[in-house]
């Protein structure tokens, strides 16, 4: 590396600056790179600001063992703020003891030791102590090796010095949580405690919601679909890493530590930070990811599915946040305000929620948006962010405290994501009647439809223009038979309130939508409560409780094709229409039911269900009006009553 020497001009301000106090290297202890780049850049250049910067760190990071100390001093104040001050204040008594050999090397280890303690909420010993330390002083040494290398510019891969720097921040942050982890651990006997018994409960339903989610690469087509509509090229570059990321997860177990290397040693990573961009964070649909890993052979493919899904997510994040940073620094510059702040007009709330991670409190409150209402929130719901997500989408972020310029991008990306879905259904509609709903009425809405099989093509928005379209017109059309049901009050009529109720015990976890179950005495669509029932909603991965399904319907769509679909964020559902005779209480129906056995008018009414379908597929590519459907729908069950059980 060629020797770096500070212009003379440069070094007279500099050495002015110090006179005059300008430059105070007790407040500089107290700054970040970042700022000590911009403070030091207007005495030194922009240029320079990042050579003298590195130099000042080389000097406060002693060759002794305080280094180690110090920078994970810095990295625990980070997470910490309210306790910076007194930190930094201890720190530096320490230190300045130890300088004028007032104190051993021992005795500030163990008083360093007591604040890492009372910081991190957990103890160490000797030997983790001595880890923390050396892992420390490594980020120290590949920063100050980053920061006089040349940087990446804004949305570049990382270089080589900058990556080095960031596994060495990551391992770090990974063996403090194993830590934490470690000492967080309950027993068999605390988890039984009466105190613990509904946090564990609520923690069961997180491993339920987990297990449903798992087993596939649903990122791409379903948050992804938004990812999509704001940058095409970017979200194809992801897929294509996505599925290298599934195979990489089986032979190695470090392709998050890449993804996150990359992301913090980014130059606007503190940019990132102070606008709460999500990273590094529990994403919703994984909350319990820990504890399934640890079961054989499953652990393995639910690792490579959840990893897919984050590192899908961070990566997006991260390039979307400077894609859209460019953005704004290129509209600020038009109006000739170049240099103006990017933070704080919404960026990382707006790409959390492009990625999949809307935000429900209104600008300034996210503090009281706190981790304990969130994580009930989550565990009560399938996932509440990305449903918050999609709202936004939809209303192209018109009611979000964003800046005007992310709100026009946000109705591009709408432009082009309702463009995508109609050259996608278009052609369906016209060369396969029946195939594509055009009547925002019907849950089938937006979704191709093979057979009793729906494709959602619209990252899961489809439903929420359902609802709303349900709410305004005060009516809704079946999904199944093609039928229009008005709302109405009344008893025994469905009205728009429950409307409104059916769409959010859909967005139920598994674990909450069986205990509505329960309450109601059947399950959502009307099945009979068994242990087959309980097991399927709360044990299996939705692509396989999707595969069971198909496997069960004759009617059904080719099922390899279904799930792949499925697995890629395309949701996939089969369900049929239903005659209701099995259910029906009636006279007739009951004396039938006992003159020829359970199973035997099971059998007989499933194979009248079928057919049922089969004629329902056909009617429906007819457009008939309302009359005439209801009419040819009641001609029908006539003729299959007397077909499979006479007069």
Not at 244 to 251: E, P
Request: glycine content about 8%; proline content about 3%; hydrophobic content about 40%.
């Amino acid at each position: 590396m060629a020797i770096w020497c500070l212009p003379k001009e440069r070094a007279l301000q500099f050495k002015q600056a110090l006179k005059d106090g300008t430059i105070d290297p007790v407040k500089m202890l107290n700054m970040t790179s970042q700022e000590r780049r911009e403070f030091l850049s207007p005495i030194v250049g922009e240029r320079d600001a990042a050579h003298v910067n590195a130099f000042f760190e080389s000097k406060m990071l002693n060759k002794n063992i305080t280094a180690g100390m110090i920078a994970w001093a810095k990295r625990t104040m980070a997470e910490h703020p309210t306790t910076q001050k007194s930190l930094l204040k201890s720190i530096n008594i320490l230190e300045e003891k130890l300088n004028k050999k007032e104190i051993t090397i021992e005795e500030v280890t163990e008083k360093f030791g007591d604040l890492i303690n009372q910081r991190l909420g957990v103890g160490v010993n000797e030997e983790q102590f001595e880890q923390i330390t050396e892992l420390s002083h490594l980020v120290a040494q590949k920063q100050l090796a980053m920061e006089q290398s040349k940087r990446r510019e804004l949305g570049e891969g990382a270089t080589k010095e900058e990556l080095e720097y960031g596994l060495a921040l990551v391992n770090l942050e990974k063996y403090v949580q194993e830590l934490k982890d470690q000492a967080n651990k309950g027993t068999l006997s605390e988890f039984f405690k009466m105190e613990n018994i509904l946090p564990n409960l609520v923690e069961v339903s997180a491993i339920a919601k987990t297990l449903k989610a798992t087993f596939d690469i649903s990122y791409t087509l379903r948050q992804g679909f938004k990812v999509y509509a704001h940058n095409p090229k970017l979200w194809a570059q992801n897929t294509i890493k996505e599925f290298q990321d599934v195979v990489v997860t089986f032979g190695e177990d470090n392709v998050m530590d890449y993804v996150l290397a990359e992301i913090v040693s980014d130059p606007n990573y503190q940019n990132m930070k102070k606008d709460k961009l999500a990273i590094n964070v529990v994403e919703e649909e994984y909350p319990a990811s820990k504890a399934l890993e640890k079961i054989p052979g499953f652990g393995k493919l639910h690792k490579a599915s959840e990893v897919a899904y984050t590192a899908f997510a961070y990566r997006s994040r991260a390039q979307l946040y400077n894609y859209y940073t460019k953005i704004l620094q290129e509209n600020d510059k038009a109006e000739g305000n170049p240099g103006k702040d990017t933070t704080g007009r919404g960026l990382g709330r707006f790409v959390n929620s492009i990625t999949g991670r809307g935000t429900w409190s209104s600008q300034g409150s996210e503090k009281h948006e706190t981790e304990a209402a969130l994580g009930f929130i989550n565990k009560l719901f399938f996932s509440p962010r990305f449903l918050k997500s999609n709202l936004d989408f939809l209303t192209a972020h018109a009611f979000e405290p964003i800046d005007p310029v992310l709100k026009k991008q946000a109705a591009y990306a709408l432009l082009r994501g309702v463009a995508t879905a109609a050259a996608v259904l278009a052609p369906l509609y016209y060369l396969y009647p029946g195939t594509v709903e055009d009547d925002p009425k019907s849950a089938d809405f937006g979704k191709i439809r093979i057979g009793n099989t729906r494709i959602d093509i619209t990252g899961g928005m489809g439903s929420i223009l359902v609802l709303a379209s349900r709410l305004l017109m005060g009516e809704s059309k079946s999904s199944t038979t093609g039928l229009i049901t008005k709302y109405e009050p009344g008893y025994g009529k469905t009205t728009r309130w429950d409307a409104l109720m059916d769409f959010f015990e859909g967005k139920l976890a598994p674990s909450f939508s069986l205990i509505r179950d329960l309450m109601v005495g059947e399950g959502y669509a009307g099945e009979k409560i068994t242990p087959e029932y309980i097991a399927k909603q709360t044990l299996l991965p939705i692509i396989i409780q999707e595969g069971w399904e198909m496997s069960k319907d004759p009617n059904s769509a080719n099922a390899l094709l279904a799930l792949i679909a499925e697995g890629l964020g395309m949701s996939a559902s089969t369900y049929s229409a239903n005659l209701g005779w099995e259910q029906s209480t009636s006279k007739k129906w009951t004396m039938r039911k006992a003159m020829m056995g359970k199973d035997v008018f099971n059998k007989i009414v499933e194979q009248a269900n079928n057919e049922y379908n089969q004629e329902l597929i056909k009617l429906r590519g007819q457009k008939l009006d309302q009359l005439e459907l209801e009419g040819k729908i009641n001609n029908l069950k006539k003729y299959l009553e007397q077909k499979y059980f006479g007069k």
